[in-house]
């Protein structure tokens, strides 16, 4: 299996909200309610704010023989804000190779740790990368609580 990192590209807009879709419908559905999940995927996209989220931020995109597998983004702060990876990639090595050039991103940028906040789902991942959680957060969306976790690491400088 070869995976190719590359930039984001508006092209593969389309692509992107569909796998963030399809991933938080398949993989997240098994720690979120159905009326949770319906607050959080985007069943009406607003395209140019997607496009604008992902330009002003590092953006990774993971492509598998022509086809996204898995994204995420970072800012110069280190505030990692979009991670995503298909279902059907989970547990391949996918996500472990963003995280790992979002990282080295981050420290180039001498951002002093990585933040994110965590469904779930993904704390695991992300505990397996180094974060530690800080603080559980509740999100009220149309009254239902979409729990999340803050979560950090520190980074040392090079």
Not at 52 to 65: G, M, Q, V
Not at 82 to 88: E, G, N, R, T
Not at 109 to 129: G, H, R
Request: proline share 2%; hydrophobic share 40%; charged share 20%.
């Amino acid at each position: 299996m070869v995976i190719c990192l590359v930039r984001y590209n508006r092209k593969y807009l389309p692509a992107i909200v569909t796998l963030f879709n399809s991933t938080i419908q398949r993989v997240n559905r098994k720690d979120y309610s159905q009326a949770e999940l319906n607050e959080w995927i985007q069943s009406n996209p607003d395209f140019d704010l997607w496009h604008e989220t992902l330009t002003s931020s590092y953006c990774l995109l993971a492509i598998k023989e022509g086809t996204l597998v898995g994204f995420g983004n970072i800012t110069s702060e280190g505030y990692l804000d979009l991670f995503y990876v298909s279902h059907a990639m989970i547990h391949q090595g996918v996500g472990r190779l963003i995280y790992n050039e979002l990282e080295k991103y981050a420290v180039l940028e001498k951002a002093e740790s990585i933040y994110t906040d965590a469904s779930i789902t993904a704390v695991p991942f992300f505990t397996k990368m180094g974060l530690e959680v800080v603080r559980k957060q509740d999100n009220q969306r149309n009254g239902e609580n979409l729990v999340n976790y803050r979560m950090v690491k520190k980074l040392v400088m090079r």
